[in-house]
DNA sequence: GAATCGTGGCA
DNA sequence: TTGCCAAGATT
């Protein structure tokens, strides 16, 4: 075993992360479950999601058998919602195609979509110890640093030079414990900002550490300003306290989640509504606007409350439905949406 | 290669 | 308040 997994893996033992709740009971659908959630996402928000997660559908079939409205819900708020569509899309493929048992080779977990070359060398290495690279945000930032690599690591000669590296670096024992490992020194010490050197068992090998370059590595991507956007969504209840949700398409910003109606740009609410929805507004009137920023671009959210005498269902495709305030809590929401939701809520109870 | 896709924490 | 970005994949 090379040098840097020896120590890596000594370190682990003492220092490493051991009682995650996908570490226990490490079946190859919890692991899979758990690198999908924690792509982009960090291990504190993650947890409860998981484990609210697995107490739903605590295996593959029950996961492919479940409607899409009841994955989304349980995913509501953590993001990247076409993750959760890839899920429960491939849940259905492992019972149709792999008699509802998680493949374990490489070539047909990498298959599946939403599986990617990180995901899938994370997911084999950890639930069946088999040997395959990964490089995540992590491996990237400490080998980057490492091996002094001072370009961005997203630059494609970068990022092979470190697919490289992660190979050669990968021991043939412990796969699962030094794939945890390389990302526990990446997560606690050898963190983007107020990285702990001293305590670092490869910092003698270092050439960042050698050169003072810790503070620089990994070089940071261009950056571009945000684009502001405008968009007003419409909070509409009828007589019964109902809310009028739209469902979107699968594609975009919140794709499949169901929002409030989004009124277009230079549209009148009231004739929109009526012309597009068939509702009709009895009255109207303006919430505080608030801001919400994605990764992309900044939304100034301007809300509209208005009564409609309308009940029953709207249009006649599903794609616009009348809930109950108590009912939306089963759907996927966005999270500024279910915070407006929640201004309804209190103005009912209180 | 570049754009897209969420949210919360942090300085 | 604002910008940055974290266990990436898809198009």
């Known amino acids: 075993m090379n040098n840097f997994a020896e120590k ?24 899979w479950v758990s690198e999908i959630m924690l792509q982009q996402t960090q291990v504190a928000t993650v947890i409860p999601y998981f484990n609210r ?36 899309r491939a849940a259905k493929i492992i019972v149709e195609q792999h008699d509802g048992v998680v493949p374990t080779t490489i070539e047909q977990i990498s298959a599946l979509p939403g599986i990617g070359p990180s995901t899938a060398g994370a997911i084999l290495a950890q639930a ?11 491996v990237k930032r400490v080998l980057s640093r490492y091996y002094g690599f001072t370009t961005w690591p997203g630059e494609k ?12 670096l990968t021991p043939d024992k412990r796969v699962a414990d030094y794939t945890q490992a390389i ?58 306290g109902q809310v009028l949700l739209v469902k979107r398409p699968p594609t975009g910003i919140w794709g499949g989640l169901w929002t409030l109606p989004e009124v277009p740009p230079n549209e009148n609410p009231a004739q929109w ?53 108590a009912e939306t809590s089963k759907l996927g929401l966005p999270t500024p949406v279910k915070r407006l939701l929640q201004q309804l809520d209190n103005k009912e109870t209180s």
């Open 128 to 138: 069946c110890n088999q040997r395959h690279p990964i490089l995540d945000g992590n």
């Open 53 to 88: 997660f697995m107490a739903r559908f605590p295996d593959v079939r029950t996961l492919a058998a479940a409607a899409e409205d009841d994955v989304f819900s349980h995913w509501s708020g953590l993001g990247y919602y076409a993750r959760a569509r890839n899920l429960h």
């Open 273 to 325: 509504s009526h012309r597009v929805l068939g509702v009709a507004l009895n009255e109207s009137r303006t919430l505080p606007p608030f801001r919400h920023t994605f990764s992309h671009f900044h939304l100034n959210i301007k809300p509209i409350y208005s009564i409609s005498t309308q009940r029953g269902h709207v249009m006649d495709d599903g794609a616009y439905s009348w809930y109950n305030l």
């Open 183 to 240: 990302m526990d020194l990446g997560a606690t010490l050898c963190t983007r900002r107020n990285p702990r050197c001293g305590d670092c068992p490869v910092e003698n090998d270092c050439a960042a550490a050698a050169t003072g370059q810790v503070h620089v590595i990994p070089a940071t991507k261009p950056k571009r300003g945000l684009p502001t956007k405008d968009a007003t969504f419409m909070m509409v209840q009828n007589s019964s």
């Open 8 to 31: 890596l893996l000594i370190w682990f033992d003492r220092h490493g992360r051991h009682d995650l709740p996908w570490q226990q009971e490490r079946t190859p659908y919890r692991v």
């Open 157 to 168: 000669h970068t990022e092979t030079q470190l697919w490289n590296r992660a190979d050669e």
